[in-house]
């Protein structure tokens, strides 16, 4: 199908070819919105789809870039393509003209015959290569079971209200009928310089594909406008300068100063220079855009509307930009200024923190009832239980606080090890911090302070990015927690940093020049999503915490009722919280079972029976349907086991290795409890909530691993460390132990109480 809109001549009165400037209501900010978009416009500059020697289009590209316009297509959302390359398909062809023509000719001349190449003049290779050009995406989109229909426009369609409104009321009616319009300047009629291109009144100049489809993008309140270049964004410098960093946002009204051009690619008539002013002009009449790398073997179309960190959005979002990236590199920066300083001072900071969170108490609960009032009817009750703090929640976190201030004064260049290598040359081994932490939680503002704490007392920088229901309080947090680094150093007062844009989890976990380790706190949903998601980045966490009480048969009574009911009903929320209760199957017709059960009833749980119990009920109930369920509420899963072997079992299968307990008076079956059951925490006769930084007196956690690796259980200060080796020698080399005389190696312990590590 090809539609070729009339020329109108140019004394025909200009119109304006744009909506009018005012508030737009709607428009994408933030890439996780761009999937709602949709009318999308997807440009394709000439270096996307032409092959490298410029003669020809590269199909195995296009196909890729017409499979993903398809499934856009075919999912709801409206796509057109403004495309470039018929140039290209048009020199393909006339040289394989050209080479018969020449053969014959040369034929029919003898040797003496006429040689030489012909000049390709480029508006000739744009009629020659239209129709193959269009056919070739005929072909691919049927394969999808596609329509299209070729838009064949040039400037002054532009310029006057005839042609103006046919091209609208044309392109509005093929997406109307599931058509995805191509369209493309007419180059067989371009003007032969850039120069003659007019600038319509709104100020931009219709001189290439660039804003071609900036203004059809804009004319057709295209909610998205992409545009495929050949490489991956916006730059602070060009590509190749060393100095040059990609910009993830871009806001036309703050980074107007932070690029630099380079040269545009050898083939089509814009460059990166073009793309912006394009790109700005349509961001700013209500079209969200987004430069992106056409030449990926990602999908890259596919992953922008998904909300990936694909490109350069540009948006008149506040604090766009490098913002992200220079947070991280200020929290590198507040670490080492951290190291560098004292252990005292690091404790007087700390300490601060702790008055601050009595003293501005009013202030923090303030902002704390903003956030409930806001978010209480969009999220679960356990959550907002998660969010609500209070006196009593803020009096702990300082009494905590103070505790982790005590305790910072010995955790940094402390001695782990002393080697005497050789006579003269000895080796410390000695604690250090991991770097920069980055430290994803959700509803539980409290967790700030205590995170922010124990990064300071290991002179880590920190990323920390909360969830949105808690902007207010973590907001006001942080502002208390920059006020104490200040009051100690001027240095390190950005050590600690809140990340608090709208970007996806998915674009912080990118960032492995600047990100050493990743600790997610909060539901099961969002840290499997992290570890999912982290690229390149360490993540220390547990994915859920499927909490077990085994009830011996040797368990006494009383004991068993008080532990379940703290384990299950103190703070059912919690990820230490019991959500299964496993009773010893000699128990199930004895007042003990019926004693644990009335209490959980009278608190309110929901229980689920398992498969054996079950079995044994005269009445129907509402089984568990999944034995490895993390409730976080008031319900659990009571199930029977026929021995203490099968308990074990029974956790090691169903369970998170998180936390899990016994209740017996048999010492030798609780041994062997502990000894067999494989999680972070294994407890007898205690609650599963003593599992906590706090009550383990770690002052307070950065979170909880069930990993095996690094840490384990509650990750208080000692989790954030790492360590360095520190060689001390009088300029020994490596030969002196193999030559004549030669040195021996030693490699005597040496004792580390009161050794003083070296630049410690």
């Known amino acids: 199908m090809l539609v070729m809109l009339p020329l109108i001549p140019m004394l025909c009165r200009r119109v304006s070819w744009h909506r009018t400037i005012q508030p737009i209501r709607g428009i994408a900010q933030h890439r996780n919105e761009l999937g709602a978009s949709h009318r999308i416009v997807v440009k394709l500059g000439s270096a996307v789809i032409t092959r490298v020697d410029e003669?020809?289009?590269?199909?195995?590209?296009?196909?890729?870039?017409?499979?993903?316009?398809?499934?856009?297509?075919?999912?709801?959302?409206?796509?057109?393509?403004?495309?470039?390359?018929?140039?290209?398909?048009?020199?393909?062809?006339?040289?394989?003209?050209?080479?018969?023509?020449?053969?014959?000719?040369?034929?029919?001349?003898?040797?003496?015959?006429?040689?030489?190449?012909?000049?390709?003049?480029?508006?000739?290779?744009?009629?020659?290569?239209?129709?193959?050009?269009?056919s070739l995406y005929e072909a691919m989109f049927q394969q999808y079971g596609l329509t299209v229909a070729q838009i064949l426009v040039s400037k002054p369609d532009f310029l006057n209200v005839e042609t103006k409104l046919n091209l609208k009321q044309t392109i509005n009616a093929l997406l109307q009928m599931n058509i995805v319009p191509i369209v493309n300047t007419n180059d067989a009629v371009l003007p032969p310089t850039v120069s003659a291109t007019e600038a319509t009144p709104e100020g931009i100049s219709i001189k290439d594909n660039d804003s071609l489809s900036a203004i059809l993008a804009v004319e057709l309140n295209s909610d998205l406008l992409l545009l495929m270049s050949d490489v991956d964004g916006i730059y602070t410098h060009p590509p190749g300068d060393s100095r040059a960093k990609l910009i993830g946002s871009y806001n036309p009204e703050e980074l107007t100063d932070a690029i630099q051009f380079g040269s545009k690619s050898s083939?089509?008539?814009?460059?990166?220079?073009?793309?912006?002013?394009?790109?700005?002009?349509?961001?700013?009449?209500?079209?969200?855009?987004?430069?992106?790398?056409?030449?990926?073997?990602?999908?890259?179309?596919?992953?922008?509307?998904?909300?990936?960190?694909?490109?350069?959005?540009?948006?008149?979002?506040?604090?766009?930009?490098?913002?992200?990236?220079?947070?991280?590199?200020?929290?590198?920066?507040?670490?080492?200024?951290?190291?560098?300083?004292?252990?005292?001072?690091?404790?007087?900071?700390?300490?601060?923190?702790?008055e601050l969170l009595l003293e501005r108490e009013a202030e923090i609960l303030e902002a704390?009832?903003?956030?409930?009032?806001?978010?209480?009817?969009?999220?679960?009750?356990?959550?907002?239980?998660?969010?609500?703090?209070?006196?009593?929640?803020?009096?702990?976190?300082?009494?905590?606080?103070?505790?982790?201030?005590?305790?910072?004064?010995?955790?940094?260049?402390?001695?782990?090890?002393?080697?005497?290598?050789?006579?003269?040359?000895e080796l410390v081994q000695q604690t250090v911090p991991i770097g920069v932490v980055m430290v994803i939680f959700e509803s539980r503002p409290d967790a700030l302070p205590q995170v922010a704490a124990l990064a300071i007392s290991t002179g880590n920088g920190l990323l920390l990015k909360g969830g949105s229901e808690a902007a207010a309080t973590n907001a006001k947090l942080s502002q208390l927690v920059g006020e104490a680094l200040a009051s100690v150093s001027d240095a390190a007062k950005d050590a600690v940093q809140l990340?608090?844009?709208?970007?996806?989890?998915?674009?912080?976990?990118?960032?492995?020049?600047?990100?050493?380790?990743?600790?997610?706190?909060?539901?099961?949903?969002?840290?499997?999503?992290?570890?999912?998601?982290?690229?390149?980045?360490?993540?220390?966490?547990?994915?859920?915490?499927?909490?077990?009480?085994?009830?011996?048969?040797?368990?006494?009574?009383?004991?068993?009722?008080?532990?379940?009911?703290?384990?299950?009903?103190?703070?059912?929320?919690?990820?230490?919280?019991?959500?299964?209760?496993?009773?010893?199957?000699?128990?199930?017709?004895?007042?003990?079972?019926?004693?644990?059960?009335?209490m959980l009833s009278s608190e309110g749980v929901a229980i689920h029976p398992g498969p054996k119990l079950s079995q044994s009920l005269t009445i129907q109930s509402r089984g568990a349907?999944?034995?490895?369920?993390?409730?976080?509420?008031?319900?659990?899963?009571?199930?029977?086991?026929?021995?203490?072997?099968?308990?074990?079992?029974?956790?090691?299968?169903?369970g998170s290795a998180h936390t899990d307990a016994i209740v017996t008076d048999n010492m030798s079956r609780a041994?062997?409890?502990?000894?067999?059951?494989?999680?972070?925490?294994?407890?007898?006769?205690?609650?599963?909530?003593?599992?906590?930084?706090?009550?383990?007196?770690?002052?307070?956690?950065?979170?909880?691993s069930t990993s095996r690796i690094h840490a384990r259980g509650p990750v208080?200060?000692?989790?954030?460390?790492?360590?360095?080796?520190?060689?001390?020698?009088?300029?020994?080399?490596?030969?002196?132990?193999?030559g004549d005389p030669k040195l021996s190696y030693l490699h005597e312990n040496l004792p580390v109480d009161g050794f003083i590590s070296f630049g410690s």
């Open 267 to 354: 083939v089509g008539l814009g460059g990166m220079e073009s793309k912006v002013r394009a790109a700005s002009w349509a961001l700013k009449r209500g079209t969200a855009v987004v430069i992106a790398n056409g030449l990926a073997s990602s999908p890259a179309i596919l992953d922008i509307v998904r909300g990936k960190k694909v490109g350069t959005l540009f948006t008149n979002a506040v604090d766009a930009g490098l913002r992200v990236e220079a947070q991280a590199e200020r929290a590198r920066a507040g670490s080492r200024a951290l190291l560098a300083m004292g252990a005292e001072q690091r404790a007087l900071a700390i300490a601060k923190l702790a």
């Open 499 to 598: 990340i608090s844009t709208r970007e996806e989890i998915s674009d912080l976990l990118t960032m492995s020049n600047h990100v050493d380790l990743v600790i997610p706190r909060g539901s099961n949903q969002l840290v499997r999503e992290i570890q999912r998601l982290s690229v390149g980045i360490p993540v220390l966490g547990h994915s859920e915490g499927v909490c077990h009480v085994y009830v011996d048969d040797e368990a006494d009574p009383e004991m068993a009722t008080r532990i379940a009911r703290d384990s299950k009903c103190d703070y059912p929320a919690a990820c230490n919280a019991m959500e299964t209760l496993l009773v010893h199957k000699t128990l199930r017709h004895r007042p003990i079972f019926n004693q644990i059960l009335e």
């Open 716 to 738: 208080g200060a000692e989790g954030l460390l790492t360590t360095k080796w520190v060689l001390r020698g009088r300029g020994e080399v490596v030969s002196d132990f193999s």
């Open 55 to 134: 003669c020809g289009v590269n199909l195995g590209r296009l196909a890729s870039i017409v499979e993903q316009v398809a499934e856009l297509q075919n999912s709801g959302h409206q796509m057109m393509i403004v495309t470039s390359g018929s140039v290209a398909f048009g020199k393909q062809r006339l040289r394989h003209e050209l080479s018969m023509s020449r053969s014959i000719k040369q034929t029919l001349s003898g040797p003496g015959g006429p040689r030489g190449d012909a000049k390709l003049e480029p508006r000739a290779c744009a009629a020659a290569g239209q129709s193959g050009l269009m």
């Open 625 to 654: 349907t999944n034995l490895r369920t993390e409730y976080g509420a008031l319900e659990c899963t009571v199930e029977l086991v026929d021995s203490l072997e099968d308990a074990i079992q029974h956790i090691n299968n169903y």
């Open 671 to 704: 041994g062997r409890f502990i000894k067999g059951v494989d999680s972070a925490c294994v407890f007898h006769n205690a609650s599963t909530r003593f599992a906590d930084g706090f009550r383990f007196g770690l002052g307070a956690e950065v979170g909880v």
């Open 368 to 425: 704390n009832e903003r956030d409930i009032l806001e978010h209480s009817e969009s999220i679960t009750r356990p959550m907002l239980d998660r969010l609500r703090l209070s006196s009593g929640k803020l009096a702990t976190l300082s009494e905590g606080l103070r505790r982790i201030a005590t305790d910072s004064l010995t955790l940094l260049g402390r001695t782990l090890r002393r080697t005497r290598v050789s006579e003269g040359i």
